[in-house]
């Protein structure tokens, strides 16, 4: 049985144009509720708070509100250069909580973050990026609320773990340790594959899931990657005697690639 590795399914990336995503004009008799009465329409509102960056991936954190409504409004992102000639990232609807951003403006809501979505892209090195909020009334007109130049790396970081100790029992197998990407930090998790009698390509594989249990000594010893991270796992195995047993760590970009944790003998019976 060899590993399931597959495409990363977090990550998307849009190619569609902003005019191919730009709805029909609406009339003005359609527009929702203003928390601040107004003649005409007002274009969006906004700002880029923080810009980060790992091999394949961007992070783009904001918030944008259209003055005539309190509805959340799409943001688009593009890569590479301007609307017209980057790469289109459809952020979806600015609706995530932002209290700071709801006390600044009164009546709009707090739904209007954009978080930190993750960007696939192809590209590396300095890439220009342009942030766009889209109207609320008219797809057509948008503002920029942010435009700079994120550094992205051109190599994959490799994740990194542990393989803390293995036990055998009645045809069942238990591993425990750690395993977390390197190239993101927080709350991104990565899976763990375990392998049973031989590697990979001769082992009898486990999918044990995401690494993403409660290990506070891991919480505390690697900063910036406050998060879950570890793995505990049981399961059937229909080995039997004193075999080895394998765990990788599968990247968090790149699902081809990984990381041997370790290999711990155990006795099956
Ligand atoms: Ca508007
Ligand atoms: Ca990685």
Same mark, same amino acid.
């Given at each position: 049985m060899?590993?399931?590795?597959g495409?990363?399914?977090t990550?998307s990336?849009?190619?569609k144009?902003?005019?191919a995503?730009?709805?029909?004009v609406?009339?003005l008799?359609m527009w929702?509720?203003?928390?601040?009465a107004h003649a005409?329409?007002?274009?969006?509102?906004?700002?880029?708070n923080?810009?980060?960056?790992?091999w394949?991936?961007?992070?783009?954190?904001?918030?944008a509100i259209d003055?005539?409504?309190?509805?959340?409004i799409p943001?688009? *992102? &593009?890569l %590479? @250069? =301007?609307?017209?000639?980057? #790469?289109?990232? !459809?952020?979806g609807? /600015?609706?995530?909580? $932002? +209290?700071?951003?709801?006390?600044?403006?009164p009546?709009?809501?707090l739904?209007?973050?954009?978080a930190?979505n993750?960007?696939?892209?192809?590209?590396?090195g300095?890439?220009?990026?342009?942030?766009y909020a889209?109207d609320?009334?008219?797809?057509s007109k948008?503002?920029?609320?942010?435009n700079?130049?994120v550094?992205i790396?051109?190599t994959?970081?490799?994740?990194?773990g542990s393989?803390?100790?293995?036990?055998g029992?009645?045809g069942?197998?238990?591993?425990s340790g750690?395993a977390?990407?390197?190239d993101?930090?927080?709350?991104?998790?990565?899976?763990v594959h *375990? &392998?049973? %009698? @031989? =590697?990979?390509?001769?082992g #009898?594989g486990? !999918?044990?899931g995401e /690494?993403?249990a409660? $290990? +506070?000594?891991?919480?505390?010893?690697i900063?910036?990657?406050d998060?879950?991270?570890?793995?505990?796992?049981?399961?059937l195995t229909?080995?039997?005697?004193?075999?080895?047993v394998?765990?990788y760590a599968?990247?968090?970009q790149?699902a081809h690639?990984h990381t041997l944790?370790?290999i711990?003998?155990?006795?099956i019976?």
């Open positions: 060899s590993l399931r590795f495409m990363l399914k990550l990336t849009p190619r144009s902003l005019a995503l730009c709805g029909p609406l009339a008799g929702s509720a203003s928390p601040l005409g329409n007002q274009l969006p509102i906004g700002d880029v923080a810009v980060k960056a790992s394949g991936i961007v992070q783009i954190d904001g918030w003055p005539d409504t309190s509805d959340s943001v688009h *992102v &593009y %590479g @250069g =301007p609307a017209g000639s980057g #790469e289109l990232h !459809d952020l609807y /600015a609706n995530v909580a $932002r +209290p700071d951003v709801a006390a600044a403006y009546g709009y809501g739904g209007h973050g954009t930190y993750l960007l696939s892209t192809a590209q590396t300095k890439v220009p990026y342009y942030v889209i609320g009334q008219d797809a948008h503002t920029l609320i942010g700079g130049t550094n790396p051109m994959n970081k490799l994740p990194v393989f803390d100790g293995a036990a029992g009645n069942m197998v238990t591993v750690w977390l990407d390197p993101l930090r927080g709350g991104a998790i990565i899976p *375990v &392998y049973v %009698g @031989g =590697p990979y390509d001769s #009898e486990h !999918d044990v /690494a993403d409660s $290990r +506070p000594d891991v919480t505390a010893a900063p910036h990657y998060s879950n991270h570890g793995y505990n796992a049981t399961f229909a080995r039997r005697g004193t075999v080895p394998y765990v599968i990247d968090f790149d690639s944790l370790g711990h003998n155990v006795t019976e």
